[in-house]
């Protein structure tokens, strides 16, 4: 009867024991993964704090803020050949009018503008001068070069300079893409910022940054336009040599003779009118004597009355 009461508590233990055992492995395989305090703090964490007094377009310290700089163009894709073409022509020609005609109609004709236009006259030389400066396509200007110079009678000069321009465009064009780039992240930069004194500080180097935009956009535009319209200074003149008059006849003695006294009398009438102040004071003095004779005319009259 022991061996018996032995047996059977021996057998309980052991069923005990496997329940146990079983109930330890159900709880370590469906136990819920364990997530630390500090990642679930890092990860709910609100981001305050931006660096604003890096420089965002630096690539080691960009990265460090957490913004890489892969949007800053390092490359311009126009990277066609930039040539600035100005001339200069100086010719004479047989006929001032139809010549400058001419020329204004082909300025028209290649899509050119004229920048001035002005005509001189040198009485000395009898020399009559026209002066047209002018702007047209580059594409037309040696169309334009070759029309004005079919109308020359004698071309004195013609120079014509090319320079090469596109380091310096990509340069400026490179330059414009970074600030753009730069403006772009200061932009981010604000929509994230939660500070009032982070607001105010990055509105402040966006200002800084679209002044350079600006002054860099007028660079470059104004360089566009010289390589787009090249400029031609074009200068032409008629002269017409005084006739001499040889002879001893009559005729030219009479024609002579008029033009000297015709002349003459415009000296004189000329020669009068510079001499205003002499005859303004003539006139003073003769005035008051007049009235100085009258008044003594007057005393005498009432002394014998």
């Not at 305090?37 to 803020?65: F, Q």
């Not at 000395?124 to 109308?151: C, G, H, M, Q, W």
């Not at 004195?156 to 403006?183: F, G, M, P, W």
């Not at 001499?244 to 000329?270: E, I, P």
Request: proline share 2%; charged share 25%.
């Amino acid at each position: 009867m022991k061996k018996l009461v032995c047996v059977a508590a021996v057998a309980l233990c052991a069923l005990i024991s496997c329940k146990n055992k079983n109930a330890d492995v159900s709880e370590v395989k469906f136990a819920p993964p364990v997530v630390s305090a500090d990642k679930e703090v890092r990860e709910a964490a609100p981001v305050t704090d931006i660096n604003i007094d890096g420089p965002v377009g630096s690539s080691d310290k960009a990265n460090e803020s957490g913004y890489n700089n892969s949007t800053i163009t390092h490359t311009v894709a126009d990277t066609a050949k930039k040539i600035i073409k100005n001339g200069t022509i100086v010719f004479e020609t047989n006929n001032l009018a139809a010549t400058r005609k001419k020329i204004l109609a082909s300025v028209k004709k290649y899509g050119g503008y004229v920048d001035n236009d002005s005509e001189t006259l040198d009485g000395d030389s009898n020399r009559r001068e026209y002066n047209l400066k002018i702007r047209v396509p580059a594409a037309n200007f040696d169309f334009i070069l070759d029309t004005v110079s079919s109308t020359a009678y004698k071309i004195d000069s013609r120079n014509i300079s090319v320079t090469d321009v596109t380091t310096q465009y990509i340069d400026i064009k490179t330059r414009l893409d970074n600030k753009k780039a730069l403006e772009k992240r200061y932009l981010e930069l604000l929509a994230k910022a939660a500070k009032i004194s982070d607001m105010l500080e990055i509105e402040n180097k966006l200002a800084d940054i679209r002044s350079d935009i600006e002054s860099t956009q007028g660079q470059l535009n104004y360089l566009s336009k010289q390589v787009a319209y090249s400029s031609l200074d074009i200068t032409f003149y008629t002269s017409q040599p005084a006739q001499v008059n040889s002879g001893d006849g009559t005729g030219y003695k009479f024609k002579t003779a008029l033009g000297n006294g015709w002349q003459m009398l415009q000296n004189m009438f000329f020669g009068l009118i510079g001499l205003w102040p002499v005859i303004l004071i003539i006139g003073v003095l003769y005035w008051l004597l007049k009235r100085w004779r009258k008044r003594r005319r007057a005393k005498k009259i009432q002394s014998n009355s």
